[in-house]
T-cell receptor, first 114, second 114 residues
């Protein structure tokens, strides 16, 4: 069965600092991979996704993520965090062969200090 | 519509009462998903509709939960005899059903059972 692990429940960074949020997945083949962001009281917004090809994908709001097959990881990065990036971030995987449910990690809460 | 619309946005109900939550997907989206998000938790899959196929109900936590969808339009999630542990944000999402494009989420219904 698929599973997604986000080992960091809460991360705090200073504004302007770099950010990396970790995500590991468990799946026999290469899944489709996603990062979503959820601001307080809001639904989830898609930041970026990986299907195949270039393992470094660019998303919205200056985020990027790198797929590493050998590590079963899909970590999210941003070179310089803004105060508005404070939110909860979810990594998700979907089986690559069929459309179906997304499996979500438990989320990482990001706090940004001014 | 332009996005996934959920109603009501907030619902407070007494323990033991039935509630209905509504989701209007993006027009033309054949796939529709319901997830539950308890406070401080990740997203818990409930049910998935894809076109005219039989829904995937594998995530429904008990027989008090049911969901319907008419064609490729509105879906309702019904919780009978609500319990306090049903308190959560119920998120609906839809997608095109054409490969892994990621979901578009609604803003959710916050259900509080008192």
């Amino acid at each position: 069965a698929q599973s997604v692990t986000q080992p960091d429940i809460h991360i705090t960074v200073s504004e302007g600092a770099s950010l990396e949020l970790r995500c590991n997945y468990s799946y026999g083949a290469t899944p489709y991979l996603f990062w979503y962001v959820q601001s307080p009281g809001q639904g989830l917004q898609l930041l970026l996704k990986y299907f195949s090809g270039d393992t470094l994908v660019q998303g919205i709001k200056g985020f990027e993520a790198e797929f590493k097959r050998s590590q079963s990881s899909f970590n999210l990065r941003k070179p310089s965090v803004h105060w508005s990036d404070a939110a909860e971030y979810f990594c998700a995987v979907q089986r690559g062969s069929t459309l179906g449910r997304l499996y979500f990690g438990r989320g990482t809460q990001l706090t940004v200090w001014p | 519509g332009a996005g996934v619309s959920q109603s009501p946005s907030n619902k407070v109900t007494e323990k033991g009462k039935d509630v209905e939550l509504r989701c209007d997907p993006i027009s033309g989206h054949t796939a529709l998903y319901w997830y539950r998000q308890r406070l401080g938790q990740g997203l818990e899959f409930l049910i998935y509709f894809q076109g005219n196929s039989a829904p995937d109900k594998s995530g429904l936590p008990s027989d008090r939960f049911s969901a319907e969808r008419t064609g490729e339009s509105v879906s309702t999630l019904t919780i009978q005899r609500t319990q306090q542990e049903d308190s959560a944000v119920y998120l609906c999402a839809s997608s095109t059903g054409q490969g892994a494009g990621g979901y578009t989420f609604g803003s959710g219904t916050r259900l509080t059972v008192v």
